[in-house]
Nanobody, 121 residues
Framework: QVQLVESGGGLVQPGGSLRLSCAAS????????MGWYRQAPGKQRELVAT???????NYADSVKGRFTVSTDNAKNTVYLQSNSLRPEDTAVYYC???????????????WGQGTQVTVSS
């Protein structure tokens, strides 16, 4: 069993900042990549940012220069530092991890339960 547990969402004013965290736990052999997706009401889930085990990052154009994804490999945790937040960043943010569980030779995509981020004055 593998679990992803997110924290750090909430209400913030435009221009403000939030830091999201997501910790992976359970029967993990290795983590190939972690990151964040989001889904706004009435829209499809979209990529926000990802980071590979080697540290390569990928960002949506809409968040480049404002958001930073990072990991603490010792803690199997991924972070999303979100600065200069805009109302259009309002969404449910989902943690993502591509994990090779113990005693397997395959990788599986896991998702967190989602955390609400609301940017509003």
């Amino acid at each position: 069993q593998v679990q992803l547990v997110e924290s750090g969402g909430g209400l913030v004013q435009p221009g403000g900042s939030l830091r999201l965290s997501c910790a992976a736990s359970g029967r993990i052999f290795s983590i190939n990549a972690m990151g964040w997706y989001r889904q706004a009401p009435g829209k499809q889930r979209e990529l926000v940012a990802t980071i590979t085990g080697g540290g390569t990052t990928n960002y949506a154009d809409s968040v480049k220069g404002r958001f930073t994804v990072s990991t603490d490999n010792a803690k199997n945790t991924v972070y999303l530092q979100s600065n200069s937040l805009r109302p259009e960043d309002t969404a449910v943010y989902y943690c993502y991890a591509r994990i090779r569980p113990l005693h397997t030779i395959v990788t599986i995509d896991y998702w967190g339960q989602g955390t609400q981020v609301t940017v509003s004055s």
